[in-house]
């Protein structure tokens, strides 16, 4: 293919960690490439990665459909061909409100808008809310949570985060602002945890230097502490979410609910197909 060696051994790894779980991201490509000591950690070393999956793509090696880009999607305008495909639409979008019978309302929320679509597949059947900040979430976020929340009695936000001066910080600041519109939730950081760290051999980076929380950062962690949520395997930060999902929810309850959906579903099924068959 004329290219560089080091080039066709970055794409046979992708392809391998690709084939084990995708989609994925190109920055989690990278990381996985970083725990895996294909590549060092480094911006050189990301845009090489970035320019071989472009390349591995065109060529049929790895398929589009395994790389994601979250930020960069077409917005299409919803439509339907006749009524009884809409029909059908409704029937499959019902869902039974879980929460009705929960002890608390669970929320999670996430600071990385590039692994969202690992979360809402995680989510999907439980029926759980994402919130994604892209860093610190904007006061309008701050208040709409409020207002889902009320006063945060029984409510457990998980939250999933860098760990680096800023990603420590933010649970601190969602607590304070969150109180300040009088709500005071629960809130846990689920990852990237120090122990992380230690215990899948992520590839770390230095603390930026124009980050106003770098000292006290540094003072606990050290200069070379910083790692990104998407070095996560991505198993492993599946796990952990459905873990601390299903170690609150009533799982009982929560069957319960699913069932009775399906049955409303074979209702709404019968409905919808009398009425459009009624209208032609």
Same mark, same amino acid.
């Given at each position: 293919m004329g290219?560089? *060696?080091?080039?066709?051994?970055?794409?046979?790894?992708?392809?391998? @960690?690709?084939?084990?779980?995708?989609?994925?991201? +190109?920055?989690q490509v990278y990381y996985q490439l970083v725990s895996r000591q294909v590549i060092?950690?480094?911006?050189?070393?990301?845009?090489?990665?970035?320019?071989?999956? =472009? *390349?591995?793509?065109?060529?049929? @090696? +790895?398929?589009?459909?395994? @790389?994601?880009?979250?930020?960069?999607?077409?917005?299409?305008?919803?439509?339907?061909?006749?009524?009884?495909?809409?029909?059908?639409?409704?029937?499959?979008?019902?869902?039974?409100?879980?929460w009705q019978t929960q002890p608390r309302y669970l929320e999670v929320w996430l600071e990385k808008d590039a692994l969202s679509g690992i979360f809402e597949d995680a989510l999907r059947d439980y029926g759980m809310t994402l919130n994604v900040g892209r860093g610190y979430d904007g006061w309008a976020s701050i208040h709409n949570a409020a207002v889902r929340f009320g006063d945060g009695e029984n409510v457990t936000v998980f939250y999933f985060g860098d760990f680096d001066p800023s990603g420590e910080d933010m649970v601190r600041s969602l607590k304070e602002r969150l109180a300040e519109c009088g709500s005071l939730p629960e809130i846990i950081k689920i990852a990237l945890n120090e122990e992380d760290i230690e215990r899948y051999n992520l590839p770390s980076d230095f603390t930026k230097k124009g980050d106003t929380r770098?000292?006290?950062? +540094?003072?606990?962690?050290?200069?070379?502490?910083?790692?990104?949520?998407?070095?996560?395997? =991505?198993e492993v930060l599946r796990e952990r979410l459905i873990e601390e999902v299903e170690r609150r929810m009533d799982l009982k309850a929560w069957r319960a609910v699913r069932r009775q959906e399906q049955a409303d579903r074979l209702r709404l099924e019968k409905l919808l197909t009398g009425a459009v068959a009624g209208d032609g």
């Open positions: 290219r560089h *060696a080091k080039t066709n051994v970055v794409i046979e790894a992708a392809k391998g @960690i690709l084939t084990e779980q995708h989609p994925m991201t +190109v920055r060092k950690n480094n911006r050189g070393e990301y845009q090489a990665v970035s320019k071989a999956l =472009v *390349a591995a793509r065109r060529e049929g @090696i +790895v398929p589009w459909a395994w @790389i994601e880009d979250r930020l960069r999607q077409a917005r299409e305008v919803s439509m339907w061909s006749d009524l009884a495909d809409f029909a059908q639409t409704c029937q499959q979008a019902y869902r039974r409100d879980v770098r000292k006290a950062f +540094v003072a606990r962690y050290g200069k070379k502490a910083c790692v990104e949520l998407d070095a996560l395997p =991505v």
